[in-house]
Structures are given as C-alpha cells and as structure tokens.
C-alpha cells in the first residue's frame, strides 16, 4: 500500500468553499494512485463555541461529558468532507475515534493514545476508499469517547500514520510552515524549509502554536516526517524529520514579554552567532536574570521587557 496521511485544521474545512478546496487537493493525490487517509479538525472555531456554550450551562462540566460534546465538531467536518467526496464521484467513508480503532487512557480532556487497531481503516483502503477519520478523539477502556487536548488532530494524524506506516504526514492549514519567528510580528520571518524533531519540539515546547506537541514525539520516535503546507496554495512548506543541519540557528520564540528562545540543532557551538546575540543584549541594555544553554537551545529570562524592535535585531543575525 502506498498510504499517505492527510490533516486539515480549522480553518480549512470552516465552511462549504474551504472543504471543496480541500476535496480537491485530496482527489488531486487519490488520483496519483496513493491510498488515503484525512484526519479533520472542527469547522472554524466550533470548539470554542462549544466550550463557550457548556460553560453557560455550568461552571462545573465534567470531563467526560465536555469530551462528548466536543468530539462532535470533528465528526461533523468529517462526515461534510464525505459526503462532499461522495457527490463528487468519489468513494469515501468517515469515521469517528472509535470506529477508526484509536484507544486512549481515561484521561478526559487531555488523554493519550495507547493503540490503534487498524483493522478497519486497512479493510475500506483496500475498497479503494478515501478514509476520513475524525481527529482530536478516541475511546477509553470504558467505551466513553475521549479528546487529546486542544489542538490534538494533528497528533491523532501522526499517530495513525505510525500505525499505518505511512511515507508522509501532511498537516494542512491556513499557514505554509514554522517561520523563523512570528510572521504576524515580525515582517522579516522567514519560512524554515526543513527542521529535526528536537528542533520542532523546541519550538513548540516555547510555545509556538505550530503544531501538537505530541505530535511531534510521535513522528520523532515511529520516524514519520511531518510536512506542514497551506492549503490555499502550493508553496512548499515545512518537513520535519530525522535530518541534522549543524550550527544553523532556526527560529527565535518570544515566550512571554521577558523570555526568548533561540532555536538550533548545535546550537551551543556557534560561537559567533551566541557572541553577536550577546552583543545585541548589550548595546540594548538588557539584564539577563537567567541565561540556559542547552545543545539545541538558549534561552534568556530578561529584568526588562523584551519589545519586537529588539526581538527584530536579534533576529536579524539568523
Ligand atoms: N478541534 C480541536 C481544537 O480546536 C482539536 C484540533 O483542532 O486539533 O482544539
Ligand atoms: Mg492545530
């Protein structure tokens, strides 16, 4: 089989014109002979107003009953997606975390995947259907549905594509790969054409929004690359997998008004871009309260505030 992992986030399938778009892109590779397997975020911002709504009911949800009621906005989008597919000529079936064989612990609201049963996904594959699992959901040992934390699609994509053996996982969205830093910050971002895991980690570990954090341990330790692309264009985006580029310094994360990151792979034995980023810290007058160094990663707790002009300097020297 030659199985290819889909994902689309959000905004990709927020409404009728985003889902045919992404039809097409998944018609686009179903006819190039791959097998196919999407996994789907909620529409826009349905968990949000789902959440929003069950707060308005109580100030107390219980855990498993938020995991009910979220868990529908995945398998709303996915059944759109199939019925869409279908209407265009095409064979697809959607599943929900169960019905795809994804088993989670009991933790609500944040549990992890501790198998998959691939039996069913594997059995429409082979009907030349095109697979559409609900993402962000599975079943505990109890039989009670569960989610895998906000943002948690993109980890149900990567461990499925684990499962699956896949070649590749594509995590599609309104934005075409990891920048080198905030896009919407800073004009002079640029796009990361490639990173290792531990960099990717890093970054989201700083608290990039990228993607899921688990996600990417997933794709580190089943070796799995993850491919971040736009769905609204062709640019090429960003892998992530096994590939070390020493001494190149990938990404600077502002953490929170005090606090950047500089990512890198080796980053701790490129002297002279640790010196030119002291000096910035110099002439700007910043005091350091806390410096750590670690092989692919320096951070830097300031006294002061950190403001885009310094952050812009600093990311300049990359
Ligand atoms: N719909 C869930 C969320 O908004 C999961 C996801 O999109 O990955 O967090
Ligand atoms: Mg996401």
Not at 78 to 83: D, E, G, T
Not at 255 to 260: C, E, G, N, Q, T
Request: charged share 25%; net charge negative; hydrophobic share 40%.
């Amino acid at each position: 089989m030659n199985i290819i992992v889909l994902k689309f986030g959000g905004s990709s399938v927020a409404n009728n014109e985003s889902l045919k778009i992404v039809a097409d892109k998944i018609i686009n590779l179903y006819e190039k002979g791959n097998d196919i397997v999407v996994i789907l975020s909620a529409q826009g911002k349905t968990t949000d107003k789902l959440i929003n709504e069950a707060k308005e009911l109580s100030k107390c949800a219980e855990n498993r009953e938020l995991d009910a009621l979220l868990s529908a906005g995945e398998q709303i989008s996915a059944a759109k997606l199939s019925i869409l597919l279908n209407d265009l000529g095409y064979n697809a079936i959607s599943l929900t975390g169960w019905q795809a064989g994804i088993y989670t612990n009991n933790t609500n609201q944040n549990a992890i995947i501790k198998q998959i049963d691939t039996e069913r996904i594997i059995h429409e594959l082979k009907l030349k259907k095109i697979v559409i699992i609900a993402g962000f959901q599975g079943i505990n040992e109890n039989m009670d549905i569960t989610t895998l934390g906000r943002g948690g699609s993109d980890t149900t994509a990567v461990a499925i594509a684990a499962a699956l053996k896949a070649k590749d996982c594509y995590i599609f969205s309104d934005v075409d790969g990891v920048y080198t830093t905030d896009p919407k910050k800073i004009q002079e971002a640029k796009k990361i054409p490639a990173l290792s895991y531990e960099e990717m980690l890093e970054i989201s570990n700083e608290g990039a929004k990228v993607l899921h954090n688990r996600c990417v341990e997933i794709g580190e330790k089943f070796k799995i690359p993850i491919i971040t692309k736009s769905t609204f264009n062709n640019k090429p985006g960003t892998i992530i997998s096994d590939i070390i580029e020493e001494n190149t310094v990938k990404s600077i994360v502002k953490k929170d008004l005090s606090r950047i990151a500089i990512v890198g792979n080796g980053i701790i034995r490129n002297i002279d871009k640790v010196k030119e980023i002291l000096n910035i810290i110099s002439e700007n007058k910043l005091e350091i309260l806390e410096f750590n160094v670690s092989e692919n990663k320096i951070s830097i707790l300031f006294k002061n505030i950190v403001d885009d002009e310094i952050l812009e300097k600093i990311h300049s020297i990359i």
